[in-house]
């Protein structure tokens, strides 16, 4: 008896606690709230604090997009000569590399035009990876995982690359995210870039498979080479992001080459998002998967954790993005381009791993 009334008074003191944040919750909505129920200014202390946040963020997020859209013109100029080795490590997106020949090369390879974007580092980072290692040829297979629309796939098989695209399997929690914001490979044609490879060679050889990144199937195996662009941070965890990682090689022969990129915490070593749709890794953990996989004969490109100096490195975007905006604002300001941005108040940025596995 005595228990039941105890955890009864617990069970009490729990509602109550529940009810005190929803109170607390709904009066900071309200006087958050930049219009009362009337329609009219919501004026209050707190308000005359918060009320200007919005607009003092959008001034900030527009000077840095003309100071990266002003940049960007000198990009156009960047000598075109071909490939060449680089000896990539790994390592974050920075303004420098936006800057180089040879990421010039593989965005005009993309038929994109270059300005400073993150994910257009990114593009060029593992195809540039790819290239160095000599996987970008007839006859050699590719798999790619959380791969959506991006065009990797139809760039590979244009250069005769045998390539699986695989995405989240439609039973998945996580697939209404991706396929209301049509980044999903819902079929196999969402994947063809008709700019890029035409229908037939692309029919040819590329593949369709839903996998869930946390558990591979044994049967994926045999490949030259894996890559994924932006995908493991949404695995549900730091721990569960770097077994991927490790468990790519699975998928690879004796030599076989894995290129990922991820988020990078760069600007804060104690604090990070972890166990969330969208986690964060910090210098640590790329220090961890280093060392793990080195300890068993693998060789991962040196680690350069370096942001760079440069204006467009030092630019911090800040939400709302640019596919949060209303559809009148997303036509009068389409271009938002920026390297960093902040995730649930972290600055951070792209961080690209290349992994050979061990012979």
């Known amino acids: 008896m005595r ?11 729990q509602h109550r606690e529940r009810a005190d944040k929803r109170f607390i919750k709904k009066q900071l909505r309200g006087i958050t709230s930049l219009v009362n129920s009337k329609g009219q200014p919501n004026i209050n202390e ?6 200007d946040i919005e607009a003092i963020k959008l001034n900030l997020k527009n000077f840095g997009y003309e100071l990266a859209l002003e940049a960007s013109k000198g990009l156009e100029a960047c000598e075109i000569n071909g490939p060449r080795v680089v000896g990539l490590s790994s390592k974050a997106s920075t303004q420098q590399d936006l800057e180089s020949d040879w990421a010039a090369y ?16 990114e593009f060029a980072y593992v195809l540039q990876a790819l290239w160095e290692n000599d996987k970008i040829k007839a006859g050699r297979r590719g798999i790619g995982f959380g791969c959506g629309t991006e065009p990797i796939p139809s760039y590979l098989t244009s250069k005769g690359v045998e390539v699986t695209i ?13 396929h209301d914001t049509e980044q999903h490979t819902t079929n196999i ?5 008709s700019g890029l490879v035409d229908s037939d060679t692309f029919e040819r050889l590329a593949a369709l498979r839903y996998v869930d990144m946390n558990d591979i199937p044994q049967d994926i195996t045999g490949y030259d080479f894996c890559w994924s662009i932006c995908a493991l941070e949404h695995v549900g965890s730091i721990k569960k992001g770097l077994d991927f990682i490790e468990n790519s090689l699975n998928t690879l022969v004796p030599g076989g080459v894995a290129v990922h990129t991820t988020e990078y915490n760069f600007a804060n070593d104690d604090r990070t998002i972890d166990n969330w749709v ?22 991962v ?26 559809e009148f604002l997303a036509k009068q300001w389409p271009a938002a381009p920026h390297l960093k941005l902040t995730i649930d108040g972290f600055a951070s940025t792209c961080f690209g791993m290349l992994i050979t596995k061990a012979g």
Request: overall charge positive; glycine content about 2%; proline content about 5%.
């Open 301 to 326: 490109a040196a680690l350069d954790f370096s942001v760079g100096s440069n204006p467009l490195d030092r630019f911090i975007d800040l939400p709302p993005y640019s596919h949060e905006n209303n």
């Open 46 to 51: 707190i308000w005359q604090i918060a009320k």
């Open 106 to 121: 593989w965005l005009d390879q993309l038929r994109t035009k270059v300005i400073y974007h993150r994910k257009l580092w």
């Open 189 to 193: 044609k969402k994947s063809h870039h």
């Open 278 to 299: 969208t986690v964060l890794f910090q210098r640590k953990h790329f220090q961890e998967i280093h060392d793990r996989l080195t300890l068993k004969g693998h060789r």
């Open 3 to 13: 228990w039941w009334r105890r955890n009864k008074a617990d069970n009490t003191v």
């Open 166 to 178: 695989t995405d989240l399997p439609p039973n998945s929690e996580e697939y209404k995210k991706w």
